[in-house]
């Protein structure tokens, strides 16, 4: 007994009280702050280095979309005119908003990038339960999205869980590149939950391919047919910042 409650007193209190106020180390690689000021002129050395062609020049610009967060681009660049910042509020509702320009802070992009729907905030603003499809992923993204649930981030708390059925769920959230084999089970999953229903893309895989973006075993079809209703980019994506995206998406 006396063993436990040292432990417990040990562990302190690990639940992040004020998720809107948490900070991450600065050795995370966030959004992206980009300056071409400096640019020489026909300068390809930060998309050539690109693994997902996230990068494109005159403008300088950045598609989080197909981010991988590597960090080559601010490593290899000679005219340091890519640095990422710390910062985790990185979704968005529309697929366009994740290209970021020159010059974009991460205020403007915060402030831009989700709009709120008032009949979302109505229906699932209180409660959202969500099934998440692993669409031929590595598994990182999926374990960042259970990581939501743990004692630290308790994302349980605002009313937002993942079930076990698509029955029980209000959205789909789907990682991986869909491949051909899992293109069919992601659109069933989707099929098998009730109108209205939200659908999350998660992870630069899902959002744009990612790495696998030119392979000949996907099937991306599923995004022709269905909407996204929101984005949430990363490689993978911090359990902040899918929290973060989730609450602003339904206006809390």
Known sequence: MFELLKLRKNHGFPVIADLRRAEIIPEF??????????????????????????????????????????????????????????????????????????????????????????????LFGRSLKLRQVSAAGCNGCEMELAACGNVNFDMGRFGIDFVASPRHADGIVFTGPISRNMAPALQDAYQSISEP???????????????????????????????????????????????HSILDFLGQ
Not at 66 to 78: D, L, S, T, V
Not at 197 to 213: D, P
Not at 218 to 242: A, I, M, Q, S, W
């Open 197 to 243: 229903r939200l659908v999350i893309a998660v992870g630069a895989c899902a959002i744009s391919g990612g790495i696998f973006a030119d392979s000949r075993e996907l099937n991306r079809c599923f995004l022709e047919k269905v909407p996204v209703d929101l984005y949430v980019p990363g490689c993978p994506p911090h359990p902040l910042t899918f929290i």
């Open 29 to 122: 690689r966030g959004f992206p702050l980009l300056s071409d000021k400096q640019c020489p002129g026909g300068c390809r050395s930060c998309p050539e280095i690109c693994p997902t062609g996230a990068i494109t020049t005159e403008p300088l610009r950045l598609d989080l979309g197909k981010c991988i967060f590597c960090g080559e681009c601010a490593r290899n660049c000679p005219a340091q005119a890519i640095r990422f910042s710390s910062a985790y509020c990185l979704g968005a509702t529309d697929r366009a908003r994740l290209v970021v320009s020159a010059g974009q802070t991460e205020a403007d992009f915060h402030g831009q990038a989700i709009v709120t729907r008032k009949e979302i905030k109505r």
